[in-house]
């Protein structure tokens, strides 16, 4: 009985976590739309001014930050410092 519980809350808690994943997921494009990152970039692969995320999300989470924080390449970035660790954590989960 025990055990049936136990796994019932874990089944929950992943459920839950997969919903956040995917809420995060969709925050994140937002956030990206609204910083006008899709100006130059694009979500699902195909080449614009700048490279797609999921290219750029082989440089990983660090070197995506530094280059968001390049005034030379990102100046018409509108987003905060935390917005911008958000972005990057989501571009780097491309891969």
Do not use: Y
């Amino acid at each position: 009985m025990r055990k049936a519980a136990i796994f019932t809350a874990v089944a929950a808690l992943s459920t839950v976590g997969a919903l956040v994943g995917a809420g995060l997921a969709q925050a994140s494009e937002e956030l990206a739309k609204k910083s006008g990152c899709l100006t130059c970039h694009n979500v699902t692969g195909a080449k614009k001014m700048g490279p797609s995320f999921k290219d750029a999300a082989k440089d990983g989470e660090e070197k995506i930050l530094a280059a968001l924080n390049d005034k030379k390449k990102h100046g018409a970035v509108k987003a905060s410092e935390e917005d911008k660790k958000t972005l990057a954590k989501w571009i780097a989960s491309m891969k």
